[in-house]
């Protein structure tokens, strides 16, 4: 009878361990399916300026839903924002990482020590679309974890839902949602989350080549609310920039 016992415990924790085992291998494949559809960690990871323009999705009525840029180097965080609040033209120049010493806005062509919440809703902006823009990155995030969840066929799509997660902020946000993944290109084509009033969920698609076999999507089509959608025109990477983008008008 112990014996019997003891065989029957040994077959659970074997059982267990290779259910652990399989079930990490097939999100090992999942991350490597993705970073193939947008050209490869390698290419990603050299990458050092990263410049996109983009309407749609405003987090703040501080900024006016036109056209944005932002242009900023990955690996310093220095970063330059153009674009409007009200009628008036905005450039700011700050970090988004906290460090260095340039932090300068000019409004209307002049620098002003005031406009501290155009300021906040410019970093909370570039925050917002790096969450999107960045989203088959993030995988590479030590916080983030993807975890293969089921297979379904979606308008003629094999399509693997995976539920993404992070342990802290990524850009600002704690991610904890669902991301719908093609089985033949690997690339993201949808994104559900919910933030903090609403359920959003994000039809992914127009993947661009941004430089050296790079490629992110630029159009997330919310489903559910109109304002939330968010298109990214132009996304181009950089080896290098002059440096007084990042100090100059």
Same mark, same amino acid.
């Given at each position: 009878?112990?014996? !019997?016992?003891?065989?029957?415990?040994?077959?659970?924790?074997?059982?267990?361990?290779?259910?652990?085992?399989?079930?990490?291998? @097939?999100?090992?494949?999942?991350?490597? %399916?993705?970073?193939?559809? $947008?050209?490869?960690?390698? !290419?990603?990871?050299?990458?050092?300026?990263?410049? &996109?323009?983009? #309407?749609?999705?405003?987090?703040?009525?501080?900024?006016?839903?036109?056209?944005?840029?932002?242009?900023?180097?990955?690996?310093?965080?220095?970063?330059?924002?153009?674009?409007?609040?009200?009628?008036? @033209?905005?450039?700011?120049?700050?970090? &988004?990482?906290?460090?260095?010493?340039? =932090?300068?806005?000019?409004?209307?062509?002049?620098?002003?020590?005031?406009?501290?919440?155009?300021? !906040?809703? $410019?970093?909370?902006?570039?925050?917002?679309?790096?969450?999107?823009?960045?989203?088959?990155?993030?995988? /590479? %995030?030590?916080?983030?974890?993807?975890?293969? %969840?089921?297979?379904?066929?979606?308008?003629? @799509?094999?399509?693997?839902?995976?539920?993404?997660?992070?342990?802290?902020?990524?850009?600002?946000?704690?991610?904890?949602?669902?991301?719908?993944?093609? %089985?033949?290109?690997?690339?993201?084509?949808?994104?559900?989350?919910?933030?903090?009033? /609403?359920?959003?969920?994000?039809?992914?698609?127009?993947?661009?080549?941004?430089?050296?076999? $790079?490629?992110?999507?630029?159009? &997330?089509?919310?489903?559910?609310? =109109? #304002?939330?959608?968010?298109?990214?025109?132009?996304?181009?990477?950089?080896?290098?920039?002059?440096?007084?983008?990042?100090?100059?008008?």
């Amino acid at each position: 009878m112990i014996m !019997k016992t003891v065989s029957r415990i040994l077959l659970i924790f074997t059982l267990s361990i290779f259910c652990l085992e399989h079930l990490s291998a @097939q999100n090992d494949s999942l991350n490597k %399916q993705i970073w193939r559809s $947008i050209g490869g960690q390698g !290419k990603w990871d050299s990458l050092q300026y990263l410049a &996109f323009s983009a #309407k749609g999705n405003m987090v703040s009525e501080e900024l006016s839903n036109e056209e944005r840029k932002f242009l900023f180097n990955r690996t310093t965080g220095e970063c330059r924002f153009d674009g409007y609040s009200g009628s008036d @033209q905005v450039t700011y120049l700050f970090n &988004f990482k906290g460090g260095g010493n340039t =932090d300068k806005l000019f409004i209307g062509g002049k620098v002003t020590a005031d406009g501290e919440e155009v300021k !906040k809703a $410019i970093k909370s902006q570039l925050f917002a679309d790096l969450n999107l823009l960045l989203l088959p990155t993030l995988i /590479e %995030q030590k916080s983030i974890q993807l975890k293969n %969840q089921e297979e379904q066929f979606i308008g003629g @799509q094999k399509l693997t839902i995976a539920s993404i997660t992070s342990s802290g902020p990524i850009f600002g946000t704690r991610l904890d949602g669902l991301v719908y993944i093609d %089985q033949n290109t690997g690339e993201i084509t949808r994104y559900d989350y919910s933030d903090k009033t /609403e359920k959003i969920s994000y039809e992914i698609s127009k993947y661009k080549e941004i430089g050296d076999g $790079i490629r992110l999507p630029s159009l &997330f089509n919310s489903t559910n609310n =109109d #304002k939330r959608t968010c298109v990214f025109s132009s996304i181009s990477s950089f080896v290098q920039v002059e440096q007084k983008k990042f100090k100059e008008l």
